[in-house]
């Protein structure tokens, strides 16, 4: 695991910004704090939604959401 190697070669006394996906920000929160780091979180790559509140058919599953899906599920 990622935080575990980090604690392996810098410690935990160093300074650490963390940048996850947004999606996957609390669990690598939760994984470096369990390593015994404090990380400075600086989350990336926001999922961002489209269209508008209007748009007749947008509870109509579209194949771009399966990324999101596997996201959240992970």
Same mark, same amino acid.
């Given at each position: 695991?990622?935080?575990?190697?980090?604690?392996? /070669?810098?410690?935990?006394? /160093?300074?650490?910004?963390?940048? &996850? *996906? $947004?999606?996957?920000? +609390?669990?690598?929160?939760?994984?470096? *704090?369990?390593?015994?780091? /404090? +990380?400075?979180?600086? &989350?990336?790559?926001?999922?961002?939604?489209?269209?508008?509140?209007?748009? +007749?058919?947008?509870?109509?599953? $579209?194949?771009? /959401?399966?990324?999101?899906?596997?996201?959240?599920?992970?």
């Amino acid at each position: 695991m990622e935080a575990e190697e980090y604690v392996k /070669n810098f410690g935990t006394k /160093n300074s650490l910004i963390l940048v &996850p *996906r $947004a999606i996957q920000m +609390p669990r690598a929160v939760m994984h470096f *704090r369990k390593a015994g780091t /404090n +990380p400075i979180v600086a &989350p990336a790559s926001f999922i961002l939604k489209y269209g508008s509140h209007i748009y +007749p058919w947008r509870w109509v599953p $579209a194949s771009e /959401n399966k990324e999101m899906l596997e996201e959240a599920i992970h």
